[in-house]
């Protein structure tokens, strides 16, 4: 699978074979496109009582637990649509010159930042510093920033100097603990897991069916998962951040959309047509690695119809009502 990525050739995959993984520790922060930021710091406020962690430029940077874990919410650049901009990830003893090297074993090169008139495609398989932060695409042009686990977007050297945080004025209806794992569609998923098991030195978690597996973060908890179709070669089209999901204090499915409701969400009626501010629930059967009878997993979008997926804090992707049963990683 690994020879299957593009612009990797062959020497590539040997010395893939050898390279150092990149010591990834958590999923740590992620940055959304919004239409309105006032707007959405408001709703996301609301719903969650964050308070705000740090300011870059017009970004404004919401607190997830106590932090230094946030997400970002930036207006649109021109061309852009609502959605995720890119997934932030943590790395033990974070040296952003090492990290590039070790990025470089499997496939990704140094290159100049993207210029606005590069597409998310022309990114693939590269690596640059911009405003001082480290970024990288992967093969289908999907976006990642790797910082240090203090990482706070804030300034200094390993920008994890931030101002006493901004309260909210509301304490939210729900309670943040962490982040629980992004779903991204792409066009080869096989490829997706073979590249990130290998360069973040990771395994597989759980399965959510026989080709659905998820990589672990590290804890036992946090993962990442790759969806999507099975196609070689190079893609005609970037992969596609779908959402984050969150875990929560006090998990309930009906008191989530019975707050959901209360707050102007309406329920979902027809899956093929989510549109912004509606909240619905999955069940994830046995076929897909779920309990019998199903296990719940709450979904709602935002005002932009950008999806959010919240969880009990044991959920690792697996097994039982709570989606908590994963085998121990080794």
Same mark, same amino acid.
């Given at each position: 699978?690994l020879?299957?990525?593009?612009?990797?050739?062959?020497?590539?995959?040997?010395?893939?074979?050898?390279?150092?993984?990149?010591?990834?520790?958590?999923?740590?922060?992620?940055?959304?496109?919004?239409?309105?930021?006032?707007?959405?710091?408001?709703?996301?406020?609301?719903?969650?009582?964050?308070?705000?962690?740090?300011?870059?430029?017009?970004s404004?940077?919401?607190?997830?637990? +106590?932090?230094?874990?946030?997400? +970002?919410?930036?207006?649109?650049?021109?061309?852009?649509?609502?959605?995720?901009?890119?997934?932030?990830?943590?790395?033990?003893?974070?040296?952003?010159?090492?990290?590039?090297?070790?990025?470089?074993?499997?496939?990704?090169?140094?290159?100049?930042?993207?210029?606005?008139?590069?597409?998310?495609l022309?990114?693939?398989?590269?690596?640059?510093?911009?405003?001082?932060?480290?970024?990288?695409?992967?093969?289908?042009?999907?976006?990642?920033?790797?910082?240090?686990?203090?990482?706070?977007?804030?300034?200094?050297?390993?920008?994890?100097?931030?101002?006493?945080p901004?309260?909210?004025?509301?304490?939210?209806?729900?309670?943040?603990?962490?982040?629980?794992?992004?779903?991204?569609?792409l066009?080869?998923?096989?490829?997706?897991?073979?590249?990130?098991?290998?360069?973040?030195?990771?395994?597989?978690?759980?399965?959510?069916?026989?080709?659905?597996?998820?990589?672990?973060?590290?804890?036992?908890?946090?993962?990442?998962?790759?969806?999507?179709?099975?196609e070689?070669?190079?893609?005609?089209?970037?992969?596609?951040?779908?959402?984050?999901?969150?875990?929560?204090?006090?998990?309930?499915?009906?008191?989530?959309?019975?707050?959901?409701?209360?707050?102007?969400l309406r329920?979902?009626?027809?899956p093929?047509?989510?549109?912004?501010?509606?909240?619905?629930?999955?069940?994830?059967?046995?076929?897909?690695g779920?309990?019998?009878?199903?296990?719940?997993?709450?979904?709602?979008?935002?005002p932009?119809?950008?999806?959010?997926?919240?969880?009990?804090?044991?959920?690792?992707?697996?097994?039982?009502?709570?989606?908590?049963?994963?085998?121990?990683?080794?």
């Open positions: 699978m020879q299957s990525l593009p612009f990797l050739p062959l020497a590539g995959c040997a010395l893939a074979q050898q390279a150092t993984p990149v010591a990834v520790r958590k999923l740590h922060f992620f940055d959304i496109r919004v239409s309105d930021v006032e707007r959405s710091v408001n709703f996301y406020q609301d719903l969650f009582g964050a308070p705000v962690q740090a300011r870059q430029g017009d404004v940077l919401l607190r997830i637990g +106590s932090g230094p874990r946030f997400f +970002s919410i930036s207006p649109l650049a021109a061309g852009e649509r609502p959605g995720f901009h890119h997934i932030g990830l943590s790395v033990e003893n974070f040296d952003a010159q090492r990290v590039q090297d070790e990025l470089a074993g499997f496939g990704v090169m140094p290159a100049p930042a993207p210029s606005a008139a590069d597409s998310r022309d990114m693939a398989m590269r690596s640059w510093r911009q405003d001082g932060q480290l970024f990288f695409a992967d093969a289908e042009g999907v976006r990642y920033q790797l910082a240090d686990e203090s990482y706070c977007g804030g300034s200094g050297a390993l920008g994890n100097l931030c101002p006493a901004e309260p909210a004025s509301t304490d939210g209806l729900f309670t943040l603990m962490d982040l629980s794992h992004f779903t991204t569609f066009a080869n998923r096989d490829r997706a897991n073979a590249f990130y098991t290998r360069a973040f030195g990771k395994q597989f978690q759980a399965y959510q069916g026989p080709t659905s597996p998820v990589i672990g973060v590290g804890d036992g908890i946090q993962f990442l998962m790759y969806v999507g179709g099975s070689p070669g190079i893609p005609a089209n970037p992969g596609r951040i779908d959402h984050v999901s969150f875990t929560m204090e006090n998990f309930s499915v009906d008191g989530i959309l019975a707050a959901l409701t209360d707050y102007g329920a979902r009626v027809d093929g047509n989510t549109q912004a501010l509606m909240h619905w629930v999955s069940m994830r059967m046995p076929n897909r779920g309990a019998e009878g199903g296990t719940p997993e709450v979904y709602f979008s935002d932009d119809g950008i999806r959010i997926q919240l969880q009990d804090p044991g959920y690792c992707g697996g097994g039982g009502y709570l989606g908590d049963q994963c085998p121990p990683l080794a």
